[in-house]
């Protein structure tokens, strides 16, 4: 009886049939970028695997067969059994998180116009007046704590990320910071 594993593959990788073998490969791949490994556990998470060129195909010997060169043009030693094509892979969704307050604070000067939208797409272009810290946190707490004003209304940054997408440099991005 054949048993169907729960094993998961890395989110980005969109078939089986993409990960390059001894029995499965091809030559056209030669020159792109891609990710290497020598255990198929490695594609759960291919941050965990070699990235680099692949540079040789060599399938007349064992199974390590897929020759690479790193990231600043070395060439590895040795061959992989298993390679994966970048351009194959589902892009990698950005993920973010809310400002800190010493993260806005740093990357904003007060009078600067902020221009931001909520989710029923009003656009804002309001003057950022400064922060407000609670009565009972210190100057340590700046990093966490606190809200930020913009003409005469204070907001939290949790807020702000929840209900609000920021323009940086003509671009639509959450309100918060890229982890």
């Known amino acids: 009886m054949t048993v169907k594993s729960n094993f998961e593959l890395d989110d980005r990788i969109n078939s089986i049939d993409d990960i390059q073998t ?22 759960k998470d291919l941050t965990k695997c070699d990235y680099g060129t692949l540079v040789d195909i060599n399938g007349e010997s064992v199974d390590h067969c897929f020759k690479a060169r790193d990231e600043n043009g070395n060439e590895r030693i040795g061959y992989y059994r298993f390679f994966i094509p970048e351009k194959l892979l589902k892009p990698l969704e950005k993920k973010y998180r809310p400002y800190t307050l010493a993260e806005w604070v740093d990357q904003h000067e007060i009078g600067e116009v902020i221009r931001f939208r909520n989710t029923c797409n009003q656009e804002f272009n309001v003057m950022y007046l400064g922060y407000i810290l609670d009565t009972n946190d210190d100057i340590q707490d700046i990093r966490t704590k606190g809200q930020i004003m913009f003409v005469s209304t204070p907001y939290t940054l949790q807020e702000l990320f929840e209900r609000y997408e920021i323009c940086i440099n003509g671009e639509w991005k959450p309100f918060g910071m890229e982890e």
């Open 22 to 43: 001894i029995i499965h490969n091809d030559h056209g791949f030669i020159g792109c970028e891609g990710y290497f490994f020598d255990k198929f556990v490695q594609t």
